[in-house]
């Protein structure tokens, strides 16, 4: 039961869909509600394909900050001086 209601609760934009293409029927036709289930349908993919772009964004970003991190502890674990560093910076060995 409480599985259920969990569901609904979840996946409420497809109740709500659900209703208005019962809706667009009993009002309009098959016509008018196919037209609803089409225009819902491509909505839903809209969003699931910008769910999908701004979750691989995200992974990105956090693969690029650990690269980072890992330079960054690369570098500070060396022991550098003054020259060491400009030696470096001149060969472009950073």
Do not use: C
Not at 56 to 83: F, P
């Amino acid at each position: 039961m409480w599985d259920l209601v969990n569901t609904i609760y979840e996946y409420w934009f497809l109740v709500l869909w659900l209703a208005l293409v019962i809706l667009a029927y009993v009002y309009g036709g098959r016509r008018a509600a196919l037209l609803v289930l089409s225009l819902g349908g491509g909505a839903a993919a809209y969003y699931l394909g910008k769910k999908t772009v701004r979750d691989d964004n995200k992974k990105a970003v956090q693969h690029i900050q650990e690269k980072r991190e890992k330079a960054y502890d690369k570098i500070t674990s060396r022991n550098t001086g003054k020259r060491d560093v400009i030696d470096r910076m001149r060969n472009g060995s950073y």
